[in-house]
């Protein structure tokens, strides 16, 4: 029953398109709502670029217009690597709660973001360019981001504040 009901779920484009039609038009109105491009109470034209915008991303995908680069394909692999980080951050929130540690957020985001973008599998590489297939560290990557978690889990439980 329920392999049916995703069955004809994908069928019907949840996955291909509303879904990331729901996602972009979620952050494209959450951006404008907080930036107030539009003035202060304008929700309805907030809304109105919020759906043009995500229309004009999805609807290409759904005619299979793009060539080389689909935003939708690049948004619908990343979500899972997104919800592991968002999970981990998560995790990270309440080991620091805890043991009362005060969490540096943009120390620990920008430790993510060079680790992710010094290592050649990383996330964003595979997802930016699908073509490029770098396996050095194909076997070890998982033992070495491991090994570093624990490091900087250790690091950041048993710091002192003078140090």
Known sequence: MLIEVIKSAVSFGFYDILLPFLLYFILIFALLQKVR????EKKNLNIGFAVSAALLVVM?????????????TFILKGIPYFILLLVALVLWKMICQIFEIEADW????????IIDLIL?????IPLLFPSV???FFSSYLPVIITI????????????????
């Open 37 to 40: 491009v539009f003035g202060e």
């Open 120 to 124: 050649p599998e990383s996330l964003l």
């Open 133 to 135: 297939r770098l396996s």
């Open 106 to 113: 943009k120390m620990l985001l920008s430790i993510i973001i």
């Open 60 to 72: 290409p995908h759904a005619i299979g217009a793009y060539q080389r680069f689909d935003p939708v």
């Open 148 to 163: 570093g978690v624990f490091i900087g889990a250790l690091y950041f439980i048993s710091a002192s504040e003078d140090d």
